[in-house]
């Protein structure tokens, strides 16, 4: 990275939120020399960063560059740009620059080398100070004082330097005035480790428009029997495919692996599928959800197996040692098979390679890994500052993109904090001549 060409701006520039989409955003800014404040609502920055480095910090991925932009589904067109100028290898680089090393596990994710946030965050931090960067903690910004004072025949903002800028602090309320900010809030998920969505009605009242935001990469409610949650809550199944038919109509399989909780289902396969599942059930429409079973097996080397005779196993047992099901497969088949009949081999093929499983919602967004929806991408120019806010910039899960676990998240998060940084940068050079 280069050393900044200077500490001092004539320039207030903020960036509230210090997740990584906004300390991104910050470094970019001070490289250019420009003095910059970051504010957060926590004691501490970057919290669900860290959470996320406890399980694993898997911070991009390694496949091909056109394979990876499609993870980003319906926004890709939006996003491509952005990654353009930070790809998943420059992550890489920017990553060992601060002393950390990274690999690539089986799966093509790449994590850094002890896999844990917080070695790579206090060296960021660490930096991010050196180059003049300043923090201020327990600073919540509850929106601006002259939209919630103003009266209705008050003039609207023409750009950043007209708002105020109000922060709760331990010290009492806090008024602030800038030249431009960028906002990287989060989504709305983990609420505890900061990132709520309370900025939404804010940016609403401005006439900036959002989605709600919604879980992503989540678990789904599921009416399960008595029997089945009581016996087998918290069963994983593993080595099986689950299908979904998405709103376009084409349907989707992915093999791995899930949890049977007690609400539902849980776990990497099925957040693999959260999105088409979720805008279906959002839709109103069945999302046709199949669980198979055997997907190393076609349907007539099931039935050949299935015709074979049980002799005197238990149908549990003979799905066990047959065909090497769990023993929840055997209550699975009756709690989601209408009218399971175990000596109908039609039915039993039919439904051990697609039984239809029935999501009835989206588990609580507070405890998805991350939120669908928010800002909406035309309410930003190119450099990601709002439209009608000529100043304010946005980054990271605060706006309307969503992606599936795999390192696409932390990777966008990235590049837009990247590109709102930027912006400001020319927006800073442009005043200042
Ligand atoms: C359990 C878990 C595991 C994860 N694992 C991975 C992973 O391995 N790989 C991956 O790519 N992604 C992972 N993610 C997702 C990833 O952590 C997020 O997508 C990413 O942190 C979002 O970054 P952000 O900067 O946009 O927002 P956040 O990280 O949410 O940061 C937003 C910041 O804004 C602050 N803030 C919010 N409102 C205000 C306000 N009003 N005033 C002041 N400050 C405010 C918050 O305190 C917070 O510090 C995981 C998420 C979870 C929950």
Request: glycine share 10%; with cysteine.
């Given at each position: 990275?280069?050393?900044?060409t200077?500490?001092?701006s004539?320039?207030?520039?903020?960036?509230?939120g210090a997740?990584?989409?906004?300390?991104?955003?910050a470094e970019?800014i001070?490289?250019?020399?420009?003095?910059v404040?970051?504010?957060d609502?926590?004691?501490?920055?970057?919290r669900?960063?860290?959470?996320a480095?406890?399980?694993?910090m898997?911070?991009?991925h390694s496949?091909g560059?056109e394979?990876f932009?499609?993870r980003?589904g319906?926004?890709q067109?939006?996003?491509?740009?952005?990654?353009?100028r930070?790809t998943?290898d420059?992550l890489?680089n920017?990553?060992?620059?601060?002393?950390?090393e990274t690999?690539?596990?089986?799966?093509?994710r790449v994590f850094?080398?002890d896999?844990k946030?917080?070695?790579?965050?206090?060296a960021?931090?660490?930096?991010?100070?050196q180059?003049?960067?300043?923090?201020?903690?327990?600073?919540?910004w509850?929106?601006w004082?002259?939209c919630s004072?103003?009266?209705?025949d008050?003039?609207?903002?023409?750009?950043?330097?007209?708002?105020?800028?109000?922060?709760?602090?331990?010290?009492?309320?806090?008024?602030?005035?800038f030249?431009?900010?960028?906002?990287?809030l989060?989504?709305?998920?983990?609420?505890r480790l900061?990132?709520d969505?309370a900025?939404?009605p804010w940016?609403?009242a401005?006439?900036?428009?959002s989605?709600p935001l919604?879980?992503?990469n989540?678990?789904?409610e599921?009416?399960?029997?008595?029997y089945?949650?009581k016996?087998?809550?918290g069963?994983?199944?593993?080595?099986?495919?689950?299908?979904v038919?998405?709103?376009?109509?084409?349907?989707?399989?992915r093999?791995?692996?899930?949890?049977?909780s007690?609400?539902g289902i849980?776990?990497?396969?099925?957040?693999?599928?959260?999105?088409?599942?979720?805008e279906q059930?959002?839709a109103g429409?069945?999302p046709?959800?199949?669980?198979?079973w055997?997907?190393?097996?076609s349907?007539?080397e099931?039935q050949k197996?299935l015709?074979?005779?049980r002799?005197?196993?238990?149908f549990s047992?003979?799905?066990?040692?047959k065909?090497?099901l769990?023993a929840?497969?055997?209550?699975l088949?009756?709690?989601?098979?209408e009218?399971f009949?175990?000596n109908?081999?039609?039915?039993?093929?039919?439904?051990?390679k697609a039984m239809?499983?029935q999501p009835?919602?989206t588990?609580?967004?507070?405890?998805a890994i991350?939120?669908?929806?928010?800002?909406?991408w035309?309410?930003?120019?190119e450099q990601l500052?709002?439209?009608?806010l000529?100043?304010?910039?946005?980054a990271g899960?605060?706006i309307?993109?969503?992606?599936?676990?795999?390192?696409y998240?932390?990777?966008?998060?990235?590049?837009?904090g990247?590109?709102a940084g930027?912006?400001?940068?020319?927006?800073?050079?442009?005043?200042?001549?």
């Amino acid at each position: 990275m280069p050393a900044p060409t200077s500490s001092v701006s004539p320039t207030r520039i903020a960036v509230i939120g210090a997740g990584p989409a906004g300390l991104m955003a910050a470094e970019q800014i001070a490289n250019a020399g420009l003095a910059v404040e970051v504010f957060d609502a926590m004691p501490s920055v970057a919290r669900k960063f860290l959470l996320a480095g406890i399980g694993g910090m898997n911070i991009t991925h390694s496949e091909g560059y056109e394979q990876f932009v499609t993870r980003y589904g319906a926004e890709q067109a939006q996003l491509k740009p952005l990654l353009d100028r930070f790809t998943p290898d420059q992550l890489r680089n920017w990553i060992h620059e601060l002393g950390i090393e990274t690999f690539v596990g089986t799966s093509g994710r790449v994590f850094p080398t002890d896999m844990k946030a917080a070695p790579l965050l206090r060296a960021w931090l660490t930096r991010l100070k050196q180059h003049g960067v300043v923090f201020h903690q327990r600073h919540r910004w509850t929106g601006w004082a002259d939209c919630s004072n103003s009266q209705p025949d008050a003039q609207p903002p023409a750009d950043c330097s007209d708002l105020t800028w109000q922060f709760e602090t331990r010290d009492g309320s806090l008024q602030r005035q800038f030249d431009a900010v960028v906002l990287a809030l989060g989504g709305a998920s983990w609420k505890r480790l900061g990132s709520d969505g309370a900025w939404r009605p804010w940016l609403d009242a401005s006439g900036i428009n959002s989605k709600p935001l919604v879980a992503a990469n989540c678990g789904f409610e599921v009416n399960w029997s008595d029997y089945l949650k009581k016996n087998f809550a918290g069963a994983p199944l593993k080595q099986v495919a689950l299908s979904v038919r998405g709103p376009d109509g084409k349907t989707v399989k992915r093999t791995g692996e899930f949890i049977i909780s007690e609400y539902g289902i849980e776990g990497s396969l099925v957040y693999a599928l959260s999105r088409p599942i979720r805008e279906q059930l959002m839709a109103g429409n069945d999302p046709h959800l199949c669980l198979d079973w055997l997907p190393n097996l076609s349907m007539d080397e099931l039935q050949k197996k299935l015709s074979q005779p049980r002799g005197k196993l238990s149908f549990s047992n003979w799905l066990r040692k047959k065909l090497k099901l769990p023993a929840i497969a055997n209550t699975l088949l009756r709690d989601c098979v209408e009218k399971f009949d175990p000596n109908n081999f039609q039915q039993l093929a039919q439904a051990l390679k697609a039984m239809p499983i029935q999501p009835t919602s989206t588990r609580p967004v507070d405890e998805a890994i991350s939120s669908a929806g928010g800002l909406c991408w035309d309410e930003v120019n190119e450099q990601l500052m709002l439209k009608q806010l000529p100043g304010v910039f946005v980054a990271g899960e605060m706006i309307d993109w969503e992606a599936p676990t795999g390192g696409y998240l932390l990777t966008a998060c990235f590049a837009t904090g990247k590109a709102a940084g930027l912006g400001v940068v020319e927006q800073s050079k442009a005043t200042l001549g």
